[in-house]
């Protein structure tokens, strides 16, 4: 039972895993080029482990801004993990303190689109979530090395190319996912309202607001389908 919930973990880790290493390349290229010592950077994707938060960390860093803003912009980026946190939470209350935490750790937004969908068909398992989360993690530190290894030898136009994947994993996940009017709104809804943040220059509340208000309309969406069933039986 063990070793099917492994493989079931590393399958769905599968497409994270390439996506995460070029994506992770990139910012080992981008650092080392900018003067960024190996060591650091691996140590950037070791700690810190954000995905885009990394980019701007290095970008905050790299245009003199002080320790104490760059940490606070960096958590503001990352707001949205209390909203995964309060989501998942619930599923692994029977789970030890030690690996809630082992967990959460790596909590990443791909991360938590595959888990969130697989807690709706059962309760999260140790043999499958933490191969799950820990390859991912592992692509993401072999990217970095990399990343940095090669640095300055890679044009500027080749890493750019490879920023892409992540978007483009973002695209897959939702297309993998539950396909249901209230999915779709839900999705549709939070894109838009990020976007339109965006334009208006402000930050990471638009992904906050979008993933609340995406999330209450594909909610209600789904209750009301469910309340229609029900009135039909």
């Known amino acids: 039972m063990t ?3 492994i493989a079931k973990g590393l ?6 895993v390439f996506a995460y290493f070029p994506v992770a390349v990139t910012f080992g290229v981008i650092a080392t080029s900018n003067g960024v010592p190996w060591l650091i950077v691996f140590l950037i994707s070791a700690w810190v482990y954000a995905g885009g938060a990394q980019f701007m960390l290095l970008s905050l860093a790299l245009s003199g801004t002080s ?3 760059a940490i606070v912009t960096t958590l503001l980026v990352n ?3 209390f909203l995964y946190g309060t989501s998942l939470g619930p ?6 303190e030690s690996q809630r935490w082992m967990m959460a750790f790596g909590l990443t937004d791909e991360v938590y689109a595959v888990t969130s969908s697989r807690v709706q068909q059962t309760l999260p398992v140790v043999g499958y979530q933490i191969p799950l989360v820990y390859s991912c993690y592992g692509s993401w530190l072999a990217g970095t090395a990399v990343g940095a290894t090669i640095g300055k030898s890679v044009p500027a136009a080749v890493s750019d190319a490879l920023g892409f994947a992540l978007p483009a994993l973002f695209l897959a996940l939702l297309m993998a996912g539950k396909r249901s009017l209230p999915y779709f709104v839900a999705a549709i ?3 838009l309202l990020a976007c ?6 402000l930050g990471n509340v638009g992904m906050v607001l979008g993933a609340v208000v995406g999330a209450t309309a594909g909610m209600f969406l789904e209750k009301r389908r469910i309340y229609r069933q029900g009135v039909r039986h």
């Open 189 to 191: 809804f939070g894109a």
């Open 3 to 5: 070793r099917t919930w």
């Open 67 to 69: 320790p104490l803003s």
């Open 11 to 16: 399958r769905d880790a599968l497409p994270i």
């Open 91 to 96: 599923a692994f209350t029977r789970w030890s």
């Open 196 to 201: 339109l943040a965006d334009m208006a220059q």
């Open 79 to 81: 707001l949205r993990h």
